[in-house]
């Protein structure tokens, strides 16, 4: 069965940094591309990053390229989004999600971690 | 940016009635369209791929349609389990986007 767990969330003033993870289970995490999408609580969800089996590609939404970084450790089963220069704007629930194989979606997300922007 | 629009924001439907949902894109995304359910406090969950491929163990009261730029999820005999926000995603065009929901209510 796949587990996606993340982990990391927290209340962090703006300006400041957080790095959130993921452990996988259940699966061949190096054969799967991963993703992080977020969502405000309430609101919808935004597909934050991307990254491919290798870490070779890596795609990001437009608001936060340049402040995140996505990045995997396949010999770890983790997934990771570093978190720069965050701003109220970037609070939300984080949610960790795998590709289904071929395509660009999501079949697993986790339950999410909450990243709370706060001074 | 392709934008997804959904339609109606809250259907509300009797237990036992047919729910359909709909997902317009501003431009065309070929079938590379999802949808997801999402019931409070859980994470989306992935009910239809390719336009109308069901996910694995997706009871068959699930159905989706549509290619280019309309696409409907039709839910055939609503269950009380599926009383929640449902979501469309397209996979053609990065950055890969959301619908803003339809939350599906008891009537």
């Known amino acids: 069965e796949v587990h996606l767990v993340e982990s990391g969330g927290g209340l962090v003033q703006p300006g400041g940094s957080l790095r959130l993870s993921c452990e996988a289970s259940?699966?061949?995490?190096?054969?799967?591309?991963m993703a992080w999408a977020r969502q405000v609580p309430g609101k919808g969800l935004q597909w934050v990053a991307t990254?491919?089996?290798?870490?070779?590609?890596?795609y990001y939404m437009d608001s936060v390229r340049g402040r995140f970084t996505v990045s995997r450790d396949n010999a770890k089963n983790s997934l990771y989004v570093e978190m720069t220069s965050l701003t109220a704007e970037d609070t939300a629930v984080y949610y960790c999600?795998?590709?289904?194989?071929?395509?660009?979606?999501?079949?697993?997300w986790g339950q999410g971690t909450l990243v709370t922007i706060s001074s | 940016e392709i934008v997804m629009t959904q339609s109606p924001s809250t259907l509300s439907v009797s237990p036992g009635e047919r729910a359909t949902l709909s997902c317009r894109a501003s431009q065309s995304v070929g079938s590379h369209l999802a949808w997801y359910q999402q019931r409070p406090g859980q994470a989306p969950r992935l009910l239809i791929h390719?336009?109308?491929s069901r996910a694995t163990g997706l009871p068959a009261r699930f159905s989706g349609s549509g290619s280019g730029t309309e696409f409907t999820l039709t839910i055939s005999s609503l269950q009380s389990e599926d009383f929640a926000v449902y979501y469309c995603?397209?996979?053609?065009?990065?950055?890969?986007?959301f619908g803003q929901g339809t939350t599906v209510e008891m009537k």
């Open positions: 390719d336009s109308s």
């Open positions: 990254i491919n089996e290798e870490g070779s590609q890596r």
């Open positions: 259940g699966f061949t995490f190096g054969a799967y591309w």
């Open positions: 999600g795998r590709h289904r194989v071929g395509s660009h979606v999501a079949e697993y």
């Open positions: 995603q397209q996979g053609n065009d990065w950055p890969w986007t």
